[in-house]
């Protein structure tokens, strides 16, 4: 479903932006040697996934479909593949519209596809890796950790997805030395997978939690 989903609606704003964007611009990312396309692509998609991030947060009814992915009480690397298809369809096409837009080679795309799924475990890994004083460039399972955390302190906090200089920039850092204490969401969740992929349509007609009113 998330790939299709995907798939479909990538295709679309791809065709959108063919007719948009000059093909001079894109010729001349292309050309570009790969280190430096790699470069920009990390720079400009982890702008797109913080703010995509920060709305599934911020939009109470896109955060219904997104507390799932919230909804682990443990964190491993299997959490990272916790999610509701919308969320993740939402996501993937705004993290795709920068590289879209921009003409990127495949190449590149696909080192950073690679880059993204491989970090996205170890974000969510049950490990303690520190990445010393990288960590205030590079996110970490530390940093991602305490997005998860149930703790009305880390709401709306660590929102970026391999970087945490916008964290930086934006004022959303959050990254004490301790670790936190419960991972989850208040709401009470449906233990069944169909429960899980109902969940965000029945709430749809109830007004908000708190849980959506902190996040």
Do not use: C
């Amino acid at each position: 479903m998330i790939r299709w989903g995907a798939f479909a609606a990538t295709v679309g704003a791809g065709l959108l932006i063919d007719k948009m964007v000059l093909g001079g611009w894109r010729e001349a990312v292309r050309s570009q040697p790969f280190w430096l396309q790699f470069a920009e692509l990390l720079v400009v998609s982890d702008l797109g996934f913080y703010l995509a991030h920060r709305l599934v947060h911020s939009v109470p009814w896109l955060w219904r479909f997104h507390e799932i992915h919230h909804s682990s009480e443990r964190l491993d690397w299997l959490a990272t593949y916790r999610v509701h298809p919308v969320d993740q369809v939402i996501n993937s096409t705004i993290i795709a519209l920068p590289a879209l837009a921009l003409g990127f080679a495949p190449s590149a795309l696909v080192a950073y596809a690679l880059l993204y799924k491989v970090h996205a475990m170890l974000l969510h890994a049950n490990l303690q890796v520190s990445f010393g004083p990288f960590k205030w460039v590079i996110a970490s399972p530390h940093y991602h950790h305490w997005h998860h955390a149930d703790d009305p302190a880390a709401y709306d906090k660590n929102f970026g997805g391999q970087l945490v200089i916008f964290d930086w920039l934006f004022g959303t850092l959050n990254m004490p030395v301790h670790r936190p204490g419960a991972f989850g969401v208040t709401e009470p969740m449906p233990p069944t997978f169909l429960g899980q992929m109902i969940h965000p349509f029945r709430r749809a007609a109830q007004a908000p939690s708190a849980t959506e009113e902190a996040a």
